[in-house]
């Protein structure tokens, strides 16, 4: 994120909110020159130049307020397109890694470090932007009254400039605290809250308790310590304006008794003085705020780096030949042999908990990279392709779904597979139309994905009939019939493996009659 990008992306709105923004602060420091010439006009008694004076003033103050509000709404509707662009570019680097995200991660990534970079860069370069304008408006109105004004006002600007570098560190860290302590925050909570039913059961409220307790301990005291750094900020500026008012206010008085400088500026030095200090100040903490946000943003920015799109233009894989794999894990490395799967055979991949089988399903799917070995795909004559890895049939032991019908879930909301009798042929082929039947509105029910209307075993075989429908060459199945009923998974199965399909098959609890339908049986240990 960076304000350039954020300009440039409606530049015509942002120069009309930029100009209506200098306006209104110019106007602002307008009617404090207005009020100098009212009281200039009192002293000479000049009831013919007061009114129209105060008329100017309140004309300056009304249209001031006017371009505020329409300044205030610009921005608001810049930032929100702003931040949906960049919803947009973080979802598709998500979506175009092809890496396996936690949600509550990425959650927080859409909305919660967006919102507090929202707030702590672009409304705050709008807002240093308006105090700065104010400042030089008010600037140059000092220096035309009296030069020494001006560089009275001058030393104090720049002690307000310097003032928040001294804690600019310390608010760095405390933001990037709180967003991490933020985070973790949620990662609990999604932990712990997915299995709250067994927690339940077991009766452990205490260590649920204990858990979310000592994560929410950590996020209020982030929260307190970004406050404690903010608040030492503000109390180094406020005593910095209150020096610089008090000062200012007796030069103006010597002048004025010396006749060196109007006597209307008695009245109006304060608005002068807050006008000038008040926005410094503001400018100087919004400086501040922005240069705090520094790491944040750059970490947006990374997450919004292009990946480059899945190309389409690869071959969808009919089998592999892997050299002998290994994967290295933080504290543990798996070592694969050398593995070949020939188009059309039908696999059993077995093995103790443990010992890397989905894992492997991992390397072939792209997901992981292997430490050293290497794997080349297949086509339906056994010559190694440039593979398209999308194609590659997937069925996880716990599939997800998406908010949508049982057909859309079938077809991944591909209008070209839609068509029912289609469907209806697939559904028979995973044994899901009995299902179909107990649901009144069959195909076109409503799939509730936190409610879980769907059962396990349901799930596995819409996601079956995915993969039919999508001609996958070869299919990866991690213990994707674990949920169904043995006498169902044997009919799915005595199905799919009379299909031409490459298919490498996890399983652990599978019947010798069902294994002997396999050619073949693979073993990790
Ligand atoms: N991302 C990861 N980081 C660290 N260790 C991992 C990671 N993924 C897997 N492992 C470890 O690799 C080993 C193999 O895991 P994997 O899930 O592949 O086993 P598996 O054979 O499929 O087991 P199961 O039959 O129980 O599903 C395990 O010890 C696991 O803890």
Not at 291 to 312: M, W, Y
Request: proline residues 3%; neutral net charge.
């Amino acid at each position: 994120m960076n304000f350039k990008e954020f300009y440039l992306h409606k530049p015509f709105k942002s120069s009309l909110l930029f100009l209506a923004t200098a306006l209104s602060s110019l106007l602002l420091v307008g009617s404090s020159y207005a009020l100098t010439l009212e009281f200039n006009a009192l002293r000479s008694r000049q009831a013919l130049l007061f009114a129209p004076m105060l008329g100017l003033q309140l004309a300056c103050l009304l249209f001031s307020a006017l371009l505020t509000y329409y300044s205030n709404l610009t921005l608001e509707k810049l930032i929100q397109s702003y931040l949906q662009q960049i919803r947009q570019d973080v979802a598709l680097h998500l979506f175009n890694d092809a890496k396996a995200h936690d949600p509550a991660q990425a959650q927080n990534q859409l909305l919660k470090e967006e919102d507090l970079l929202s707030v702590n860069y672009l409304r705050n370069i709008y807002s240093a932007f308006k105090s700065g304008v104010a400042v030089l408006a008010a600037g140059g109105a000092l220096l035309s009254f009296h030069w020494s004004l001006f560089i009275a006002c001058l030393i104090f600007a720049l002690m307000q400039i310097y003032l928040p570098r001294l804690l600019d560190r310390q608010l760095n860290q405390a933001n990037q605290k709180l967003a991490a302590q933020n985070q973790a925050y949620l990662k609990v909570l999604g932990d712990w809250l997915l299995g709250l039913g067994d927690l339940h059961r077991c009766l452990s409220l205490a260590w649920f308790k204990e858990k979310a307790g000592l994560a929410a301990k950590k996020l209020e005291d982030a929260h307190v310590h970004k406050s404690a750094v903010s608040t030492r900020l503000d109390y180094l500026n406020q005593l910095a304006y209150s020096l610089g008012s008090s000062l200012i206010l007796l030069l103006t008085a010597f002048l004025v008794i010396r006749h060196w400088t109007a006597f209307g500026l008695l009245s109006s030095i304060d608005s002068f003085n807050s006008d000038f200090f008040g926005n410094l100040q503001n400018a100087a903490d919004y400086l501040g705020e922005i240069s705090g946000s520094r790491k944040l943003r750059q970490d947006l920015l990374a997450q919004r780096t292009p990946v480059p799109e899945q190309t389409e233009s690869g071959q969808a894989p009919a089998g592999f030949s892997s050299s002998p794999l290994t994967v290295e894990f933080a504290d543990l490395t798996l070592t694969y042999p050398a593995i070949k799967l020939a188009p059309g055979e039908k696999v059993l991949l077995s093995g103790a908990s443990g010992s890397g089988k989905s894992t492997f399903f991992k390397l072939l799917l792209g997901e992981l990279s292997p430490a050293s070995g290497t794997i080349h795909y297949l086509d339906q004559n056994g010559q190694t392709i440039q593979p398209n890895l999308s194609q590659i049939g997937y069925l996880p032991q716990d599939p997800r779904l998406f908010p949508g019908s049982i057909a859309e879930n079938m077809t991944m909301f591909n209008p070209a597979l839609s068509d029912p009798k289609l469907l209806l042929q697939t559904a028979e082929q995973v044994n899901l139309s009995e299902d179909l039947r107990l649901w009144p509105d069959g195909l076109n029910t409503r799939v509730a994905v936190e409610d879980s209307n769907i059962s396990g075993g349901q799930r596995q075989k819409i996601v079956l009939a995915r993969s039919y429908l999508y001609h996958s060459q070869l299919l990866l199945v991690d213990e994707g019939t674990s949920a169904i009923d043995q006498a169902a998974t044997r009919e799915i199965l005595s199905r799919l493996l009379q299909t031409d399909k490459t298919i490498l098959f996890i399983a652990h609890n599978l019947t010798t009659e069902i294994r002997q339908l396999f050619d073949r049986e693979i073993k990790f240990d």
